[in-house]
């Protein structure tokens, strides 16, 4: 008999394990269920829906064509109950799924705003596609913005609500942005970027409540005194991995649900991949969380093989996101971040804990104007990297990362003068990468092997 497989949630790792299962099950009953109304689409690529750079047709990631070649079964609803005894999924309105494995794939949804105010129509977040709907209907009126908290999608914000026109006023609980992941320097391009643009910034500034008229926001005041008023309070305060069904279930859960290499929860036919996911690093025994889309997409992979009896473990992948901060592409890779973070509640989409640097690490750094290369390294290897604007090094810079290449012969020289040394770097990289990497003669020397921003 074949196999029923239940997917709750409808984000990269449902839609990679569904992938998996039906390259290894072609006979097997998939079927998904979730509050999301629409088909699969790419969560990154909202921040350029915001900004005008793509269309709405552009966010999604597979055609009707390729969904229905998968022979899934979609079920709008919300899951409401699961019962690993009985191997059975409830659903809010009423109906029971039998099931012969499960995988939640539920991901994190935003933290809700805490301050006098919240419930004001006005007061908004970016968690889905709807939500962007109601960001961009909010600002065809081109009146005043606020937007408050830290990291990537508080600046896709920003830049987007600045981009349809409106007046933005970013408040910051820091001193600068996103200071567990930037350094100063990094955090300086940013902000000059974003004020050189129009937009302005308020450090160690945060909302102390939302004034309204009929339930609609007018105004926010802050915990500086200022009443700014405004047509639209933009928050992006954190995340908070989506647990309910979990816990309710009996399953183990920490900060996210704990699973096995192979994904496998407590129970041996539930599964849970993506946001999440707790899955421990066997090289330092930590069970970091992250949102970063390459490790949801690695892991739905390694999670859907397993469902279909294919037991495959998920290696604690390389942390990497290709974003942009005020419109400089950047590449974060590895260990880069450090000290405290007041601008950050808890994680934020795009971020992974797994980038705090190790103790006994060192930077070596250079660059002009938004062209910026910061290497953390330990005594032989570059254990993480944040590359802003030019990207030509970002390519070889990840995979020496990703390889842990032995950098002992030009250690000395990236320490003592960081910027001579980057073409030495260069020349080291290719070197040493090239039986590996192989690149076409004639070409542009190293295959794209990141993925797009924009998906």
């Known amino acids: 008999m074949s196999r029923h497989y239940v997917l709750v949630g409808s984000g990269i790792a449902a839609l990679a394990a569904a992938e998996a299962v039906r390259a290894a099950d072609a006979a097997g009953r998939i079927t998904l269920v979730s509050e999301e109304p629409h088909p699969f689409y790419s969560r990154p690529a909202l921040a350029y829906l915001l900004t005008r750079e793509l269309p709405e047709r552009q966010l999604f990631i597979r055609s009707p064509q390729e969904v229905q070649a998968l022979g899934i079964e979609r079920l709008h609803a919300r899951a409401e109950r699961l019962l690993p005894a009985s191997h059975e999924l409830l659903l809010a309105d ?21 301050f006098p105010g919240a419930e004001l129509e006005g007061v908004l977040r970016l968690d889905a596609l709807d939500d962007a709907r109601r960001l961009l209907e909010r600002a065809r009126r081109r009146r005043t913005a606020v937007v408050v908290g830290g990291g990537s999608t508080a600046l896709e914000l920003v830049e987007g609500l600045h981009a349809r026109g409106m007046r933005v006023h970013y408040l910051l609980r820091g001193a600068r942005y996103w200071p567990k992941v930037l350094d100063a320097e990094e955090s300086q391009i940013v902000a000059d970027r974003l004020t050189n643009a129009g937009v302005r910034l308020h450090p160690r500034t945060e909302v102390a409540r939302a004034l309204g008229r009929r339930g609609r926001l007018e105004a926010v005041e802050t915990t500086a005194g200022e009443r700014i ?12 991995p989506r647990l309910e069904l979990a816990r309710a279930a009996g399953l183990e859960v920490a900060r996210g649900i704990v699973v096995t290499p192979e994904l496998q929860a407590s129970d041996a036919d539930v599964f849970a991949a993506g946001d999440v996911a707790q899955l421990r690093d066997p090289r330092t025994g930590l069970a970091p969380l992250d949102t970063l889309w390459t490790s949801a997409l690695a892991q739905g992979r390694a999670a859907g093989r397993t469902l279909a009896g294919l037991p495959t473990a998920c290696a604690a992948a390389l942390p990497l996101n290709v974003t942009r901060l005020a419109g400089v592409v950047t590449t974060i890779a590895g260990e880069v971040g450090g000290g405290e973070d007041a601008d950050l509640l808890t994680l934020t989409r795009g971020q992974s804990e797994r980038w705090r640097a190790r103790s006994g690490t060192w930077t070596a750094a250079a660059g002009h104007g938004a062209d910026r290369v910061r290497l953390v390294l330990d005594e032989r290897r570059v254990v993480g990297a944040v ?4 990207q030509h090094l970002s390519q070889p810079i990840v995979e020496l990362i990703r390889r842990e290449v032995d950098l002992s012969p030009i250690r000395a020289q990236l320490a003592a003068d960081a910027e001579a040394a980057i073409p030495r770097l260069f020349a080291f990289a290719a070197a040493e990468l090239a039986p590996v990497l192989n690149p076409a003669p004639g070409g542009r020397g190293w295959p794209a092997l990141l993925p797009s921003a924009a998906t």
């Open 229 to 240: 008023e405004c047509a639209l309070l933009a928050v992006a305060v954190g995340v908070r």
């Open 94 to 114: 009423g109906r029971r799924l039998g099931y012969d494995r499960l995988l939640l794939a539920t991901g994190a949804a935003s933290l809700a705003p805490g």
């Open 387 to 390: 590359v802003m604007g030019d």
